[in-house]
């Protein structure tokens, strides 16, 4: 079933290669060129999948890409969006070797345990960088968090320690049940 989904993928991908017209947007104010089709492999959650994009090039910038390939989340050697997802619940919960291992032996994946490492940081990195930035906008002001108009004068804290382990010396000269 996994083999048949993937070749309805790469299938339903084939149908647009990417191609966006004679020259596209760089990125950086620049027009590239287009220059033909690249194909490459993309592991998804249905396993390796053969897309051709159109590859683009900027003369002014010296580099190419692939606008379809920007679209669809699998720049350079990216996995699929939702396999990135996977493996980065894999790699936050066990150490990335583990990953690896589980993500071959629960989803029929195949994945190098630096290509779990890799993907796993750089996407724990992006969280990072939102996290940042959402603490920035709020400490400018720029976003205000809902909640409390006012900052709150008190605040009261309790713990409930009926269910804290002790030995009888802690328990000495107290008054209550020790069990």
């Given at each position: 079933?996994?083999?048949?989904g993937?070749?309805?993928?790469?299938?339903?991908?084939?149908?647009d290669?990417?191609y966006?017209g004679?020259?596209?947007d760089?990125?950086?104010g620049?027009?590239?060129a287009?220059c033909?089709?690249?194909?490459?492999?993309?592991?998804?959650v249905?396993?390796?999948v053969?897309?051709?994009?159109?590859?683009?090039?900027?003369?002014e910038?010296g580099?190419?890409?692939?606008p379809?390939?920007?679209?669809?989340?699998?720049?350079?050697?990216s996995?699929?969006?939702g396999?990135?997802?996977m493996?980065a619940r894999?790699?936050?919960?066990?150490?990335?070797?583990?990953?690896?291992?589980?993500?071959?032996?629960?989803?029929?994946?195949?994945?190098?345990?630096k290509?779990?490492?890799r993907?796993?940081e750089?996407d724990?990195?992006?969280?990072?960088?939102?996290?940042?930035?959402?603490?920035?906008?709020?400490?400018?002001?720029?976003?205000?968090?809902?909640g409390?108009?006012?900052p709150?004068?008190?605040?009261?804290?309790a713990?409930?320690?009926?269910?804290?382990p002790?030995?009888?010396?802690?328990?000495?000269?107290?008054?209550?049940?020790?069990?």
């Amino acid at each position: 079933m996994q083999r048949l989904g993937g070749s309805l993928l790469e299938q339903l991908l084939d149908l647009d290669p990417g191609y966006r017209g004679p020259q596209v947007d760089c990125g950086s104010g620049h027009e590239a060129a287009f220059c033909g089709y690249r194909q490459k492999i993309v592991d998804t959650v249905l396993g390796p999948v053969h897309l051709r994009s159109a590859y683009s090039h900027c003369p002014e910038c010296g580099h190419g890409l692939c606008p379809r390939d920007q679209e669809l989340g699998v720049t350079d050697n990216s996995p699929s969006p939702g396999l990135r997802r996977m493996v980065a619940r894999l790699g936050s919960q066990e150490p990335f070797a583990q990953g690896q291992w589980d993500l071959a032996e629960l989803a029929g994946l195949h994945l190098t345990t630096k290509r779990v490492e890799r993907s796993s940081e750089a996407d724990g990195e992006r969280v990072r960088a939102v996290i940042e930035q959402q603490a920035k906008e709020v400490l400018s002001g720029a976003v205000v968090p809902i909640g409390a108009n006012e900052p709150v004068s008190k605040l009261y804290v309790a713990v409930d320690g009926t269910g804290v382990p002790t030995v009888p010396a802690d328990t000495l000269r107290t008054s209550g049940q020790v069990s």
